[in-house]
């Protein structure tokens, strides 16, 4: 299988503890993404990574939140010091610059945290 | 600013025609996108239109887009159970490469 793969796939963590998650994006592809999902709401973006470059952070990602992709290839995403409110699906996508950019996202990361 | 916003529930019957709706505010967008999540899922790429186009058929899915209006529906022919999910518009600009995404529709299928 060559799709976007995540890891863990369910995170349930007390409060104030430190989290990371991976995101192995498709081979070959050179732009990753990072969104979060909140019950009935759409993916909001968070960050995306041009190779190893973070090119762009919304306003949602607080400074507790760090992503890393020090290769260009899989990425973290850390979240310090967790609230009740870090609980959503926390989604990756890839996407190749040279076919129209289409983002294809992987099954997720579901936090909770207690 | 940018915004996308579609109808929150749909309910047909297996074998009717599903229309789902979305309208966006982002005049410079050059990409539609509509995909479905299942229950617990990420997201399934169904398909997407250049902002030049007016119409995209692929297989049982038609994407319409009104430019003028900034509106774009997707039909699924022949719906069945198996389409019972939650269906998400999205859009993506010039500028940025981020996907600004509406609520989704919750599509509900019976049979």
């Known amino acids: 299988d060559t799709g976007v793969s995540q890891d863990p796939r369910h995170k349930i963590t007390k409060r104030g503890q430190n989290v990371t998650f991976r995101c192995d994006p498709i081979?070959?592809?050179?732009?990753l993404y990072w969104y979060r999902q909140t019950l009935g709401q759409g993916p909001e973006f968070l960050t995306y990574?041009?190779?190893?470059?973070?090119?762009?952070k919304s306003r949602l990602l607080s400074d507790r939140f760090s992503a890393e992709r020090p290769k260009g290839s899989f990425s973290t995403l850390e979240i310090q010091r967790t609230e009740q409110g870090d609980s959503a699906m926390y989604l990756c996508?890839?996407?190749?610059?040279?076919?129209?950019?289409?983002?294809?996202f992987g099954p997720g990361t579901r936090l909770t945290v207690l | 600013g940018e915004d996308v916003e579609q109808s929150l529930f749909l309910s047909v019957r297996e074998g009717d025609s599903s229309v789902i709706n979305c309208t966006y505010t982002?005049?410079?967008?050059?990409?539609l996108y509509w995909y479905k999540q299942e229950p617990g899922a990420g997201l399934q790429l169904l398909t997407y239109?250049?902002?030049?186009?007016d119409m995209k058929q692929d297989q049982r899915l038609t994407v319409l887009l009104n430019k003028k209006d900034k509106h774009l529906s997707l039909r699924i022919a022949d719906t069945q159970t198996g389409d019972s999910a939650i269906y998400f518009c999205?859009?993506?600009?010039?500028?940025?490469?981020?996907?600004?995404f509406g609520k989704g529709t919750t599509l509900s299928v019976s049979s």
């Open positions: 996508a890839s996407s190749s610059l040279t076919y129209t950019d289409t983002q294809y």
């Open positions: 081979s070959e592809h050179n732009r």
């Open positions: 990574f041009q190779n190893e470059a973070q090119l762009e």
């Open positions: 982002d005049s410079s967008s050059t990409y």
């Open positions: 239109i250049f902002s030049n186009m």
């Open positions: 999205a859009e993506r600009g010039q500028a940025g490469t981020a996907l600004i």
